[in-house]
């Protein structure tokens, strides 16, 4: 499974950014998917996820201003951040969860929310 990134970058205080990750490769055992992020110094802690059937889970830091979403038809799961504040400065990781095989990842995408 191939996970590909789009949509970080630079933000103000109080903007959004549209994060889209796109999986490729043998995806018909993939479950859950979902975003990390990991801050500099910071662990790397889990931001939102979704289940192939649309059930949402959420980081209290983020609840109410990021909303995660899935296209199954398109393999792409999407991560909408409203309400940016400098704290949500980090790395965001896409990932897929295979039911044997454990989590795939993406590159990474830097989003860096300025005060």
């Known amino acids: 499974v191939q996970l590909v990134e789009s949509g970080g970058g630079l933000a103000q205080t109080g903007g959004s950014l549209r994060l889209s990750c796109a999986a490729s490769?043998?995806?018909?055992?993939?479950?859950?998917m979902g975003w990390y992020r990991q801050a500099p110094g910071k662990q790397r802690e889990l931001v939102a996820s979704?289940?192939?059937?649309?059930?949402?889970n959420y980081a209290n830091s983020v609840m109410g201003r990021f909303t995660i979403s899935r296209d199954n038809a398109k393999n792409t799961v999407y991560l909408q951040m409203n309400s940016l504040k400098p704290e949500d400065t980090a790395v965001y990781y896409c990932?897929?969860?295979?039911?044997?095989?454990?989590?795939?990842w993406g590159q990474g995408t830097q989003v860096t929310v300025s005060s």
């Open positions: 990932y897929a969860k295979h039911v044997v095989i454990g989590n795939y």
């Open positions: 490769g043998t995806i018909f055992s993939i479950n859950d």
């Open positions: 979704i289940t192939n059937s649309g059930i949402t």
